[in-house]
């Protein structure tokens, strides 16, 4: 049997003609962000995606399906469905039998991609190590995700609502390349920086597009985690985010499992008065344009005629 995968018209076209395609995810959209502004900004990151001359697949799971690549009241409804459920690698099956609605988190995406055969993604933070996980053992599954799906993920680095040096150790033990873009350091989402080194740096699209090609004629199963930092104007200093963290964190403690990623999100955009959200808006934005320069190189490359 062939997975439940449609493709969009024109996502199934740019697969045909070897164009550059992007993955989005649809948790950032269910669970990261409040309507309308979740529907906004899943328009405007689709935008960025063309404008840089790629083909955006946001990928959801609705009516049994895999769809990647979602039509404008397809993504209306998603945006408008609070309920949906959040979707990682232990969830993807049975919420396709169950035909209900599903919102992709990174690891889910990442494993529809790789059926849809998109080589990258590109969202806003991945999941982590969570602090205390040394007692909670809350590690997200995006992490093994990464170490066995081979999909290039484009994000700002992880939330310092997680521990990042442990995340980072973790990265290392799975054998996953964090490749800092244009930096030495490991950024932290709303911040340019975590004050942790990156374990490898690029500066160019088409050299992380060599690397990706490259773990493929290896056979290294996994991906790429390219760690892109927030635009500068945009960014949300340490100093001044790191107290709101705390908060949060104190605010969240009674979540668990699922709900801990979503609850401190919605906690930190409360007590940021909303200009977490607009950091957040802005570093997609960059992370799309990111995407598909990679995506457009990885094209390029895969149409040469080989040496
Ligand atoms: N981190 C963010 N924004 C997000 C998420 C994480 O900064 O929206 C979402 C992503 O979909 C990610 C998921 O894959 O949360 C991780 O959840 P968990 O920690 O439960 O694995
Ligand atoms: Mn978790």
């Known amino acids: 049997m062939t997975p439940p995968l449609i493709l969009s018209d024109d996502v199934a076209a740019a697969q045909a003609n070897g164009a550059p395609v992007v993955a989005l995810e649809s948790t950032i959209i269910t669970h990261g962000m409040p309507y309308p502004q979740n529907l906004e900004t899943a ?14 697949a946001t990928i959801a799971l609705m009516g049994g399906q895999i769809r990647v690549g979602l039509d404008a009241d397809s993504l209306t409804a998603l945006a408008k ?3 949906a459920q959040k979707v990682s690698r232990a969830d993807l099956a049975a919420c396709l ?30 999941g982590g190590v969570h602090r205390g996980a040394e007692t909670s053992f809350d590690i ?34 799975l054998g996953v390349p964090v490749i800092g873009y244009q930096t030495d350091d490991f950024p932290a989402f709303w911040s340019r920086s975590s004050g942790l080194p990156a374990p490898l740096r690029m500066d160019a699209p088409d050299q992380i597009a060599a690397a990706h090609l490259m773990r493929e004629t290896l056979g290294l199963p996994g991906g790429q985690l390219v760690a892109n930092p927030i635009p500068a104007e945009a960014e949300i200093p340490r100093d001044r985010i790191d107290p709101i963290i705390a908060a949060a964190l104190k605010d969240a403690a009674d979540a668990s499992a699922k709900d801990v ?44 005629p080989h040496k």
């Open 81 to 83: 469905t609070p309920d």
């Open 261 to 304: 990623t979503p609850a401190l999100l919605s906690r930190i955009l409360k007590l940021t008065v909303g200009q977490s959200l607009d950091s957040n808006i802005a570093l997609v934005l960059n992370n799309a344009r990111l995407g598909a320069e990679i995506a457009r190189e990885i094209a390029t490359a895969r149409a040469r």
């Open 43 to 56: 328009q405007r990151v689709e935008a960025q995606v063309r404008a840089h001359g790629a083909t955006p």
């Open 140 to 173: 997200s599954a995006d992490l093994t995700e990464l170490s066995q799906t081979a999909v290039t993920v484009v994000a700002a680095g992880a939330k310092a609502i997680l521990d990042l040096p442990k995340t980072l150790e973790v990265l290392e033990t």
């Open 97 to 126: 039998t169950s035909g209900r609605t599903g919102a992709t988190t990174v690891a889910a995406t990442m494993i529809c991609a790789r059926l849809a055969g998109i080589d990258v993604f590109a969202t806003g933070g991945i």
